[in-house]
């Protein structure tokens, strides 16, 4: 993205408000089209949204025809506050891409605003952004690409480097040296099995499980995440790597044999997919979260951009049937043709596509394969009807029954009490991850033995899955550490806790300070579901983002009281660590503790994992 800030502009028409909210580039298959392109997006009121976009576009018209760029696909959609618009522009310039866009929204600001005095020199403006696309196009890079497609030969670009092949066979050159096309052995450059993981939770757990299997089948398996970049056992980097920077680093690591890619709602917004296309992608649900960025404002909209990794998939599409977001955007979809889905007319001489609200793609693959807790799920009945292979949960055991049919081609993987993670079936979020998991690994050509026995030991704990419901046994209790940050994660947590007897439940919460006082109030509430007899309201320091010490435990301490907790049962402490130190100084037998972990998970880990003696020390 070019040094972009927000900003608004306004005149002597007060009533119109037109506020540039983010321009970048779009690097790979993305929201609005399949090429690489410009997107900015902007509020608008006080005016038709329409208005504006078709101020823009004639704006836009003439400094793309001034740059040659006259052919290239405009798109667009309205939203509840705003609007997006963009158009499609060489991999190799899109760094003008985005100047071209932002001149064209300042113009179309000053030519609704009235600013008359600030006109622009129009061909001064184009000869200088002639300028910066032959500072910047490199058409060596793009014959190279256009012979990677021909030769059906995996590629990855970015500002530095292009490479050809995955895995061991990739092989690396910096942007300014690279090789001459008739020297290339395309017969060299192989690729290797690859899966993208979205959704609101849950896609970590998925990763590292789905890794698990592979790993277990003798393919040293690499992941991505927002926690780290992995290849077999080895920790690369740590950080949060789910965009397209992570993926390119582990596709071109040498030890790569396989990939199981973490895409998060963020990465796919600003730069689109990572890769143009993998062998399986799996959506593991949709919830209300981190809504009000690029557009997205609904449930609605945030399925959509997850669903954009159906777009990837070549061999199938794993998607949950239990999750109603998911189904309704489907059954939505398959009535759609493209042609209803997006209006396409010629403005001023431009091509240009007007994306629907919702929903806001038409890309389904026709091999779907959905997975539910239950068999007698509407949609995995129908699935089964119309011969497509399924995944499911029958009396208690997970089932991949192939092309829907029963006997020979239903294949009874394992009981989920036989899998760690689900706390003997208690943990009903990872069952969910586990079937998720069964599809991705048996897309990959994974046999059934060893996708049980890697399932049986993958363990709730701080190694297998660091930060996601990780079981400690302490002094006689049970302690469980999550990282649950959303309504949607909090309530699984309630309900995994409430299925798990106990003689009393201990509950440790805090939250980030740029949660609203509505979403921290809503996942407090969320997890009382579990009954605590104790609960600590902890502060996180490290991360008020603007709010005054003590205004968060503040508000959850309030929320405790209305959901019926006396005030004397409520304790604070200034970080999660202090106390869970409180916790476990008064830990009695068989008690059941939850701790949010949003910071010091390491040193509460730590503290967990020593001995009793040490502990009762602290």
Known sequence: MSNTVPISVTSSMPNIKLTLDDSRRLTGKNLFMDESGAILDAFVSGIDKQTVIDTWLKHLAPL??????????????????????????????????TDINEAAWEMTSNSLLGNDDKTTDLSKLINTLNDSIQDENNPQLLELISAAEDNNIAYLVDDDDFSLGFGITSKTWDIETLPDLNSIDWSVYKIVPTALVTGTNGKSTSVRLSAHILQHAGIRCGVTSTDFIKVGDIIIDEGDYSGPGGARMLLRHPQTEAAVLEVARGGLLRRGLPIPEVDVALVTNVAEDHLG?????????????????????????????????????????????????????????????????????????????????SETNPVIVAARANSQTVCFLSDDHIIYAIDGAVGDSENTIIDIKDIPMTLNGAAVHNVQN????????????????????????????????????NMFEYQGAKIILDFAHNVHSMDAMAKTLANIPAKRKILLL???????????????????????????????????????????????????????????????????????????????????????ALSDRDEIVALLSADSKENNND
């Open 64 to 97: 793309l025809k001034g740059v040659d760029w006259a052919e290239s696909r405009c798109v667009y959609r309205i939203f509840e506050d705003g609007i997006s618009v963009g158009f499609a522009a060489p991999i190799d310039a899109l760094y003008t891409a």
């Open 293 to 373: 960025q690029y557009g997205i404002n609904s449930v609605e909209a945030l399925t959509a951009a997850k669903m954009m990794v159906a777009k990837a998939a070549k061999k199938q599409l794993i998607l949950n049937a239990d999750d109603k977001n998911i189904v309704r955007f489907v059954e939505l979809t398959n009535k759609l043709n493209k042609q209803q889905h997006q209006q396409k007319n010629k403005i001023n001489g431009l091509s240009i596509t007007k994306i629907k609200q919702e929903p806001l793609a038409e890309y389904l693959p026709e091999k779907i394969v959905w997975f539910s807790l």
């Open 510 to 596: 805090c939250h980030a300070g740029d949660r609203s006082d509505a979403e921290i109030q809503a996942m407090t509430k969320s997890s009382v579901a579990m009954k605590p007899d104790l609960v600590w309201a902890c502060e996180l320091p490290k991360y008020l983002r603007g709010r005054e010490i003590g205004a968060v435990p503040k508000i959850i301490t309030t929320s405790v009281i209305e959901s019926g907790l006396p005030a004397n049962c409520i304790f604070h402490q200034d970080s999660p660590l202090n106390g869970a130190k409180d916790i476990l100084k008064q830990l009695q037998t068989d008690d059941l503790v939850f701790m949010m």
């Open 434 to 469: 586990a079937l998720g998991a069964v599809a991705l690994s048996k897309a990959l050509g994974v046999k059934n033995l060893i996708i049980k026995e890697a399932l049986s030991q993958f363990k709730s704990d701080a190694e297998d899955n660091p930060g996601r419901g």
